[in-house]
């Protein structure tokens, strides 16, 4: 992959004087996918509707922003791979089906959604958006609404009669505390630039 792909990230300008690049991007991706495996662990269920409260999508946009767009796309796709290897990445549950079955079941959407918001909060954040509080919220936000816009939509094609109770199940209940930790995952990303800088 070319330097320049990653020239904005709190990766590549950690690793600008560095000769262990490759290995070191390696195993930043397999943390990146501990991470997100361990965010889906911390799940609470809901009386409401099938989709647990998680962490997982905080986790998602704070790898995409710290790797990078390409990435931050691999890391979720290594996750959702994992996850249809049979490996518990996935939010442990009762009622949602295990593995391979989980990318056809209530949260499909949110998931298949993992890598495009990973990229697009990565690709805001090689330009730099990742810098500042509130572009840095703002690609946050954005990452966010990707999450929600197929989480929301598998449930309407899917699983609910209506894009109503689709919104009701998949949106309503989650928007407010996500917002929280949009706003949390963004304070951290500009705090992370001044202990690189510091370096």
């Known amino acids: 992959m070319p330097a320049h792909a990653l020239s904005g ?3 590549a300008h950690s690793l600008a004087r560095s000769t ?8 930043a991706v397999a943390l990146g996918v501990a991470v997100t495996a361990a965010a889906a662990q911390i799940s609470v269920p809901l009386p409401f509707t099938a989709v647990p409260f998680t962490f997982t999508p905080m986790a998602v946009l704070l790898t995409g922003a710290v790797l990078g767009s390409r990435l931050g796309f691999l890391t979720q ?13 996935f939010s442990p549950s ?3 089906p295990p593995g391979a079955l989980r990318l056809a ?11 495009v918001a990973a990229f697009v909060t990565g690709y805001l954040a090689e330009r730099g958006w990742d810098r500042r509080y509130w572009t840095s919220l703002a690609a946050m ?6 999450i929600f816009a197929g989480g ?16 009701s199940q998949g949106f309503v209940g989650f928007i407010g505390p996500d917002l929280v930790k ?18």
């Open 9 to 11: 990230t709190i990766l």
């Open 20 to 27: 262990a690049g490759v290995p070191v991007r390696v195993a």
């Open 77 to 89: 796709a290594l996750y959702l791979l994992a996850g249809v290897a049979g490996l518990s990445v």
């Open 94 to 96: 009762v009622t949602l």
């Open 105 to 115: 079941g209530p949260t499909a959407g949110y998931l298949w959604a993992y890598p």
């Open 141 to 146: 936000l954005l990452g966010l609404g990707l």
């Open 152 to 167: 929301v939509s598998w449930l309407a094609i899917a699983f609910t009669p209506s894009i109503g109770a689709a919104l």
């Open 182 to 199: 949009a706003a949390v995952a963004a304070s951290i990303l500009p705090q992370a630039w001044k202990l690189v800088r510091l370096r």
